[in-house]
């Protein structure tokens, strides 16, 4: 019960964020308030809020996946080919892509399940296999890889600029996926096995819960929203590229991290990674908005990120702790002298 | 040449070394310019800069922490250093001054994770944000350039003719911490506190100053790697060091040091940044075409990791077996 | 204590987000926050003045030597002609990157965008959208499909820079060499288009020019990392022994060979040339590592990509064939789409302004320059 009071005191702090944000940006520059304006904004950002909210579920059991990025252009350009070259319909090649990015999560995940290697150096070689894939393919099939590959279908294009009930699809597609992702991770069993392999992967162990299966799933949850977030983009873009994707990585990490997951494992939430990922998209577009220059931007999102968590885990630890040691120096110097 | 094989993994560091000859040997059969005796050495003194990079983030790595903002502190660290250098100040204040800025920024990740409590991989990917943002400011976006001659040619100075100096400073230097890390009290604080946080704290190991302490380090490594950057290069551009924080964990990770702490030795750190570093080379001399140079990259990566971590397994195992049946032994014996 | 620390970390936030805003450009946030969204001047009738006009520069990505210099030319006819320039841009080149930054200064109500295009096609969408809100699009260096922009300021055709660069090997040298040089290509990577149609171009003229020459390997990446540039070089030269030329069209990639050729010992045994800012390879053009290279005003061309996206948000309209007085530039003819691909969109008010030259840069004119 304490836990989950936990979590929704920070999930309010970021809701809280979000709003002053808001606010800020919007009385410095008005039309910053314009409620097509702050959802067409997010269009611009989705790719990682769609691979935040799936990068969760690996990094509660305690894993870390740097690959999604790379994953992203890898489907976008298989996409490109099927259509262009293979003269498929381009809507019956979601399914296929959508195997890819599960393939792709599905290797990395038996490697790092199965074999015991860390997660973070197995994702790094994936980001670089198949980042080195997406061009290689392109290069194979179409002449070149630095023309990409455009001309889709205006429905597909629209899939992803166009507009439902007023709200930009892309935002209808990732409320979908907060839903299901929440659903999956806080309502189901295969959900609390996740976050027991991320507290104890021994006492889950011995629970009876397969492992290293589950660990191994949440890389092919990952890899296939990557693969979503490739189709989305690629239909935004109206262009598939091998390289989309290949600036992804740290911002995915730094959203999930926001939201709350600690990155050890075992805590962590859904609507956390969604509204954080939202959250930093807000404040690099609204810092935009007021004049700021995109190169610049890292320095307030870096501040925000450390602000932000610094103030969580100073409340959560009830103040500055000082070991007792620092305390006062005679009872350092009585410890320093009993430890020898 | 199984007793070899088990051998070299036993000892630390030394499986990195294995996995660096075997690939050089690799790419010596195909293609044996790349074995000369010059090109070797091009490629393990080009490594330095990865070395340094390595080595510093060795420390934070054995605390069980995580420092992914060194390499905006190079960036950072080189475009001071450069404009020293293009403005002609004298390298006796132009070095302090920047390995000045790697102790800073060690510090403020230190503070942050020791006492603020921040998870380390947040704090320094802030850090590493703020950093990024901070070269752009100070170099306004334009690129460090048209050095003098005397800097650069510091990276081709050498002893006895062959040895380059900065590698030889490298190696000393390497030496030097691997004894401090394990022989010595204070330096054995760092491989504690990454296998068991609480029990260093309830022996009395002071962990706040200790990470505090690798956090700093970590950050004077990647300022040298800085230095050695802009003598090596020649010019800076405001993105110089974006990604190697990531070469440079996976060097160590390759040399033997786990993430989750405690484990490693800055040797295998040693080895696993000249294999990391000359993976590029390598590619060029593979005579491949270059769209699949990542695609190679990751298959190397992927393959030495996971065949480290199966040799160390299957060693593991076989002692674990030994010791069993050697209880069972004993036992029978004794029943 | 907590809460103190808490409140000045929230402030240092929000004041380093105003200081950001005075960093680095002219636009004042109050012009942005007052001005009410420009119609769409469509024939041209109102014509506005020019302290009112917002143009935003748009590179590739930032931190490149290339474009940091033609966004000095841009900010100078700025503040010239007297409208406000604002550079913005990614440091890592990527379309979804650039896509965000045309959004955001269509939101921002900016008058005029002027960008080099990462992706020839990817900014379509958004391109249309600019234009849907009465955005004018120009493009210098890097087109975009040109149904969604109205004037690009081309340094050449892909045929014209492919020419040049293997002409700048030629020129050096020797007859006998001329007759089978071995050659190289090193460059950023395979997704960047525009070096990569000129290396295609290069390949077909040296067919038909120099038959003899060969290529004796797949072109070397090193993805505009300084170090990779480096050491990249350093092993080009070293599994190539005896190789004649060496041709960089990427600004990284050639200092960095330069450098790695002044390392192994190789300055001007081994011809070194390409595309490059003057002042990166000011060093090596005077001590004789690369005596020739090339590259073309990059200044005047941001300039001249700035000018015009005032020019056309101030009202002014256009035929193709019309000329263009561009201050301190003269007059610019505006050609159809034809003159860089034969089959290119053609309309009346879509049209390419070619550079006057390229510059071919050795020791005698490479201190001229200072960008």
Redesign the interface.
């Known amino acids: 019960m304490d836990k989950i009071r936990k979590i929704f005191r920070w999930e309010t702090a970021l809701v809280g964020i979000l709003v002053a944000q808001i606010l ?1 940006f919007g009385l ?4 910053f308030l314009k409620i097509n ?1 702050l959802l ?2 997010v ?3 989705i ?1 990682i809020c769609i691979i935040a909210l799936f990068v969760t579920f690996v990094i509660i059991t305690g894993g870390m996946d ?1 690959q999604a990025g790379s994953i992203v252009g890898l489907t976008s350009i298989v996409m490109g080919l099927l259509w262009k070259v293979g003269g498929m319909n381009i809507w019956a090649t979601i399914p296929i892509v959508l195997l890819v990015g599960a393939l792709c999560g599905a290797f990395s995940g038996f ?1 790092i399940a199965y ?4 997660a ?3 994702t ?10 997406a ?2 393919i392109s ?1 194979a099939a179409v002449s ?5 590959i ?2 889709f279908p205006a429905e597909f ?1 629209q899939l992803a ?1 166009g507009k439902s009930f007023g709200i930009p699809n892309p935002f209808i597609i990732f409320i979908v996926l907060i839903i299901f992702a929440y659903l999956l991770l806080h309502k189901t069993k295969y959900g609390r096995k996740i976050f027991l392999v991320g507290v104890n992967t021994n006492a889950a162990q011995y629970a009876g819960i397969n492992t290293k299966l589950v660990i191994m799933s949440t890389y092919i949850l990952s890899g296939m929203g990557a693969a979503i977030a490739g189709i989305v ?1 690629t239909s ?4 598939s ?7 992804l990585t ?1 911002p995915i ?2 959203a999930v ?2 939201g709350g997951t ?3 494992g075992g805590k962590g939430g859904v609507i956390g990674t969604a509204l954080a990922s939202l959250v930093i998209g807000i404040l690099k ?1 609204g ?21 932000a ?3 969580r ?3 959560a ?1 009830g ?3 000082f ?1 007792k ?2 305390k006062s120096k005679g009872q350092r110097q009585k ?2 002298g ?2 020898k | 040449m199984k007793q070899i094989v088990r051998k070299v993994f036993k000892t630390p560091g030394l499986s990195s070394a294995f996995f660096m000859v075997a690939l050089f040997i690799v790419a010596g059969i195909i293609n044996p310019a790349f074995l000369s005796l010059d090109n070797l050495q091009l490629c393990i003194n080009g490594s330095v800069m990865y070395m340094l990079l390595a080595i510093g983030i060795a420390f934070v790595l054995m605390t069980g922490e995580i420092d992914v903002s060194i390499g905006s502190v190079l960036g950072l660290s080189a475009a001071f250093m450069a404009t020293c250098v293009r403005d002609g100040v004298s390298l006796w204040i132009a070095i302090p001054c920047t390995l000045a800025i790697g102790a800073v920024a060690g510090l403020l990740n230190g503070y942050g994770v020791a006492k603020l409590h921040v998870s380390s991989i947040i704090m320094t990917l802030g850090t590493m944000g703020i950093l990024r943002g901070t070269v752009y400011i100070y170099t306004q976006g334009k690129w460090v350039e048209n050095l003098p001659d005397y800097f650069k040619r510091y990276t081709q100075a050498s002893v006895f003719g062959f040895v380059n100096v900065f590698l030889l400073v490298t190696i000393i230097i390497t030496l030097g911490i691997h004894f401090y890390m394990s022989k010595t009290k204070k330096g054995r604080y760092l491989a504690a506190i990454g296998d068991n946080i609480n029990g260093a704290n309830l022996i009395g190991i002071p962990v706040a100053r200790t990470q505090i302490f690798a956090f700093v380090l970590s950050g004077i490594f990647a300022s040298l790697a800085g230095i050695i950057f802009v003598s090596k290069v020649g010019f800076v551009p405001p993105t110089a060091g974006s990604g190697y924080e990531m070469k440079a964990i996976a060097a160590c990770v390759i040399g033997g040091i786990s993430l989750s702490g405690g484990v490693g030795t800055v040797i295998g750190a040693f080895f696993g940044a000249i294999i990391m570093s000359s993976i590029g080379r390598i590619l060029v001399f593979l005579k491949f075409p270059s769209e699949w140079d990542n695609t190679i990259t990751g298959i190397l990566l992927i393959v030495i990791v996971v065949a480290d971590s199966l040799f160390r397994r299957h060693s593991a195992e076989k002692a674990r077996k030994e010791r069993l049946s050697a209880r069972t032994l004993n036992e029978e014996r004794e029943a | 204590m907590r809460k103190l620390l808490a409140t000045t970390l929230a402030t240092a936030m929000i004041l380093s987000a105003f200081a950001g805003c005075s960093s680095g450009s002219t636009t004042s946030t109050a012009s942005a926050a007052g001005s009410t969204a420009a119609p769409a001047s469509a024939a041209g009738t109102v014509k506005k003045d020019a302290k009112d006009i917002n143009v935003v520069f748009i590179p590739k990505l930032s931190g490149n030597a290339f474009f940091e210099s033609a966004n000095v030319g841009a900010q100078d006819m700025a503040k010239k002609v007297g409208f406000s320039c604002k550079y913005d841009g990614n440091p890592q080149a990527s379309v979804a990157n650039q896509v965000q930054i045309i959004n955001s200064a269509v939101t921002q109500g900016a008058d005029a965008v002027a960008i080099s295009a990462v992706d020839p096609n990817g900014l379509n969408e958004s391109l249309k959208a600019a234009k849907a809100a009465g955005v004018k699009v120009v493009c210098w260096d890097s087109d975009v499909n040109n149904q969604y922009r109205s004037l690009h300021v081309a340094q050449g055709t892909p045929e014209q820079l492919g020419q040049m660069l293997v002409d700048m090997a030629a020129m050096q040298m020797t007859d006998a060499q001329k007759k089978n040089a071995t050659f190289v290509f090193h460059y950023s990577s395979a997704t960047v288009a525009d070096q990569n149609s000129w290396v295609v171009a290069a390949r077909a003229y040296v067919k038909t020019k120099y038959p003899g020459w060969k290529e004796v390997s797949q072109p070397y990446y090193s993805e505009q990392d300084a170090e990779k540039a480096i050491s990249v070089g350093e092993s080009v030269l070293k599994a190539n022994k005896g190789i004649t030329a060496v041709i960089c069209p990427d600004s990284t990639a050639l200092p960095g060979q330069a450098q790695a050729a002044k390392n192994l010992g190789m300055s001007g045994k081994v011809i070194i040339t390409g595309f490059a800012t003057p002042s990166s390879m000011k060093n090596f053009c005077l001590d004789g590592t690369v005596p020739k290279f090339g590259l073309w005003d990059c200044k005047i061309q941001g300039a001249m990509g700035a000018y015009l996206g005032y020019w056309l948000a101030a009202g002014n309209t256009f035929k193709v064939g019309d000329d263009i007085d561009i201050p301190d530039v003269g007059k610019v003819k505006v050609q159809p789409n034809t003159v860089l691909d034969p089959k290119a969109y053609t309309a009346d008010d879509s049209g390419v302004v070619v550079l006057p030259e390229r510059v071919i840069f050795d020791k005698d004119n490479v201190g001229k320059y200072n960008f």
């Open positions: 800020i410095i520059n008005p039309r304006v067409g904004s269009n611009d950002y790719s740097i490697l074999t015991g290697v860390q973070m150096v197995v790094l070689g994936g980001m670089f296999l198949f980042s080195g894939l061009v290689v290069n070149s890889a630095f023309q990409g455009s001309g294009v600029n983009l935004y873009l109206g262009s590229r091998a390289d989309f994707g290949a600036e740290l990490v730094t991290v926001l600690i990155i050890t577009f810092l935009q908005m007021v004049g700021f220059s995109t190169q610049y931007l890292d320095i307030p999102v870096g501040i925000l990120l450390i602000v968590v610094a103030i885990s100073v409340s630890t103040g500055l702790k070991p040691f620092m410890m320093a009993s430890a």
